[in-house]
């Protein structure tokens, strides 16, 4: 039978911490004598001991019980590496700043994969003082339209909800903005860089 904690990752993670079996007790309300049949494998502990015991260690109960530690990387800290998803079944709007697994209404999303715009998609950004000025030159129907529109920099997203019947435009801060993102309900998501298009 496997166990749900291993003796062996207890043994390590009390030893990263330079605890004594005595001491990991004692955090515990258990005995040494426990402590050494955990890691012995004679003995488990109480399900009830997890989150102490992970807790004791300055770790998750999934590192505690998988026996990996978890490192933040920093990774998704750029808000230039958003993922965008879009729900098929309601058109909800989700965004990561990194791997994420999304579900809405049971279906698992994918991410977006931006794709430069081709003439019929292609947006107008314009700078008006401070400014951002979106429009982009597409039908607002029922059926075919513009869902959102998004302004990327490195520190901040901001976003703007489109309703068919509505204008497609939108204002954004400049505030570094250095992409933006729009979704078509029918031809999917669009980027292109405001580097290239300030006035």
């Not at 009830?48 to 004791?56: D, G, Q, V």
């Not at 309900?185 to 290239?196: E, I, Q, R, Y």
């Amino acid at each position: 039978m496997n166990q749900y904690v291993t003796g062996s990752v207890i043994k390590e993670l009390r030893e990263k911490k330079h605890l004594t079996q005595a001491e990991l007790a004692e955090k515990l309300s258990v005995s040494d004598k426990t402590v050494s049949k955990w890691e012995t494998g004679k003995g488990y502990p109480d399900i009830t001991l997890l989150e102490p015991i992970a807790e004791a260690f300055s770790v998750s109960i999934t590192e505690l019980m998988t026996g990996n530690a978890v490192e933040n990387m920093n990774l998704s800290a750029n808000m230039m590496r958003s993922d965008f998803y879009v729900c098929p079944v309601c058109g909800n709007v989700l965004h990561s700043m990194g791997a994420a697994v999304i579900h809405c209404h049971g279906v698992q999303l994918t991410p977006l994969d931006p794709e430069e715009p081709d003439d019929c998609h292609r947006a107008l950004i314009e700078r008006v003082e401070d400014e951002y000025f979106v429009t982009i030159p597409h039908e607002m129907t029922k059926k075919h339209y513009i869902s959102f529109v998004a302004a990327l920099s490195s520190d901040r997203i901001q976003m703007v909800k489109l309703y068919p019947e509505g204008n497609p435009e939108a204002r954004f801060k400049i505030n570094g903005v250095r992409k933006i993102l729009y979704y078509c309900n029918k031809d999917g998501l669009f980027s292109m860089n405001v580097t290239k298009t300030r006035n």
